[in-house]
């Protein structure tokens, strides 16, 4: 079900009955004013029963007349709000490609209507001298009844919107509004007191409060610190929910990555946020890591075929080859990506969504975490380092290829851990550490991204010799799976190369090491 997607960049304003919409011709750049046109509205907003949706300031309604009656979701932007649109439908139930975007928000907790509007809409168009529409105009008079209380609500309110054609830098979009307020001022306009028609109907000034920051300081607790690392990666598991529901490009990549953070977080500084609820999001995190990591990893080797085979003059070889190659990795991702939508469907899901909120909402997890955290959270990015260094020594003892194998990608991960450990603690409000860390960081990077390249090689070199088999067998030519093979070798090994000058950068970056 494709929706569209606007920009809705608008300020209200309260109005008594007795005044009429002012003449706008002549304010900044608008030349004439369309006569006005009368429209019925109907709306019904919905939400759940403790309005897990106004909370965040989102806003889901279904609307009948008017040129845009449909589904519409609106949610908090840079610059005004973000609305998207899908066809009317049915008014029962909301449909699924609606409710992907807000399931993050509302879980397993039903929807149903919290408000009920009919709007009387009168419209003017504001044009340049160019015939372009900049604005709209909309005088409402607005009926509501709050499902929550039953009590009706009666008002008026001016709504200016821009339009496509307006200004296209914030200040000339801001001088426009500016000068029409001006004019609507004149005649007894004041800026809404509500922000939305929804949060007047349920007698509020606002959907939601922004939720206050942790005034992070020099001598603020560890305990302080990681509340806010842990809050803001999961918001940013949150964020690419909607996008992994709708198989959007990168977003599997994107919540595993948010996954991977937050388990680094917990093992990095696990002394600090020791307790049986860490304990427990510590496993669920992983058990949903490795769900998306099935997804992902399919993913991963379509990429890497895809890009290995057209890099090749030989056209002959592309389709059977690239069939063979990506054919089952599509397959392979298809099947991962519809299991992963049951998961983020199930009750295990939303309860971990929970957990973590309710986790984050505490900056007090057992004694060590009201210790300062400078000295605390250092000696969790010490021990961390000390870590990789050890099995980067591993490496060395390994009795076999297979045991190599492993003892290289077990540096990976650690070196991973590292990297997110510490950039939890070095950027935006949780920047307890400086460029010294951050070096850090980028040291503990480069290694990771060296063994991963070469993982992703070694995986693909596999994939080539089982798709070369299955050629064979099938009576094809398989001269092109050889030489991919080989390509792909010189990959790998020059993989290994890059390692080996990121572990002498490593082994160097002990002097980065915050101080315990």
Known sequence: MNHEVHVEIERKYDVDDTV????????????????????????????????????????????????????????????????????????????????????????????????????????????????????????????????????????????????????????????????IEKRLAEVGATP??????????????KLGETPPRWSLRSKSTAGEVLREAVSALTDRLKSADPDVRQDEADSVHAMRSSIRRLRSVFATYRPILASTAAAHLESELAALGVVLGDARDPQVMHDRARNLVRSQSNRKMHDAVLSRLVGSKDDEYHKALNYLHVIMSSPRYF????????????????????????????????????????????????????EWQERIHAVRKAARRLRFGVEAVTSGDTAIFGDRARRLAQAAERVQDSLGEYRDSVLLQHLLVESSELAFAAGENTFGYGRLHALEQQRADYAIEEYSRARGEFKIAKKWVPQR
């Open 20 to 179: 009429s919409v002012p003449d706008l011709s002549g304010v900044s750049s608008i030349a004439q004013v369309s006569e006005p046109e009368t429209a019925t509205l109907q709306a019904v907003y919905y939400d759940t029963d403790r309005l897990d949706l106004a909370s965040q300031r989102i806003v889901l309604r279904r609307r009948v007349g008017g040129a845009d009656e449909g589904w519409h979701i609106k949610l908090p932007g840079d610059e005004g709000r973000l609305e998207l649109h899908w066809p009317l439908g049915e008014e029962s139930p909301i449909p699924a490609a609606v409710l992907d975007l807000v399931l993050v928000h509302v879980r397993d907790r039903e929807l149903s209507p919290v408000a009920r509007l009919t709007t009387t809409r009168t419209t003017f168009c504001l044009f340049d001298a160019d015939g372009l529409g900049l604005a709209e105009v909309a005088d409402d008079l607005v009926s509501a009844v709050d499902e929550t209380t039953g009590l009706l609500r009666v008002w008026r309110e001016w709504e200016v919107e821009l339009t496509d054609n307006a200004p296209g830098s914030p200040k000339k979009r801001e001088a426009l509004l500016d000068a």
């Open 192 to 205: 809404s007191k509500s922000i939305s028609k929804l949060a007047h109907a349920l007698g509020r000034e």
């Open 351 to 402: 309860r971990l969504l929970d957990d973590l909120e309710a986790f984050a909402a505490s900056a007090k997890f057992n004694s060590s975490s009201e210790k300062p955290a400078a000295k605390a959270l250092a000696r969790g990015i010490a021990h961390d380092y000390a870590r990789v260094k050890k099995r980067m020594a591993a490496v060395n003892d390994a009795a076999n290829p297979a």
